[in-house]
């Protein structure tokens, strides 16, 4: 069965950075944009970035951020390895939260990729913890 499992998560400094990583399993990995979403204690989940499932050029992708994450974050996949991952630098304690992929088959649209809701499949998660 499909499955989604992340890693990379700790506690990191304000100003540092991580990189998360997703890997996937038991599905066509290529036919599926991928995304990340994080999850605060007491909200909501909410859209970080996604990248899209069809190159627009040679091993080049689509990809859409939140304002948070505009600049600071950048995703990227990997289709040989199943993987996408996630590099954060400038890292805020806002930014703490548990941090989801999640897989959503033939995603293209920018307003789908920023719905959770448009996501087939979905990981248990990584905590990310900013603090001094």
């Known amino acids: 069965q499909a499955q989604l499992v992340e890693s990379g998560g700790g506690l990191v400094q304000p100003g540092g950075s991580l990189r998360l990583s997703c890997a996937a399993s038991?599905?066509?990995?290529?036919?599926?944009?991928m995304g990340w979403f994080r999850q605060a204690p007491g909200k909501e989940r909410e859209f970080v970035a996604a990248?899209?499932?069809?190159?627009?050029?040679?091993?080049?992708?689509?990809?859409f951020y939140s304002d948070s994450a505009r600049g600071r974050f950048a995703i990227s996949r990997d289709n040989s390895l199943s993987t996408v991952s996630l590099q954060m630098s400038n890292l805020e304690p806002e930014d703490t939260a548990t941090y989801f992929c999640?897989?959503?088959?033939?995603?293209?649209?920018?307003?789908?990729?920023?719905?959770?809701?448009?996501?087939?499949?979905w990981g248990q998660g990584t905590q990310v913890t900013v603090s001094s």
């Open positions: 999640g897989a959503q088959r033939f995603g293209s649209s920018e307003f789908n990729l920023r719905l959770g809701r448009y996501y087939n499949y």
């Open positions: 038991g599905f066509t990995f290529n036919s599926y944009a």
């Open positions: 990248i899209t499932w069809r190159p627009i050029a040679s091993d080049t992708y689509n990809t």
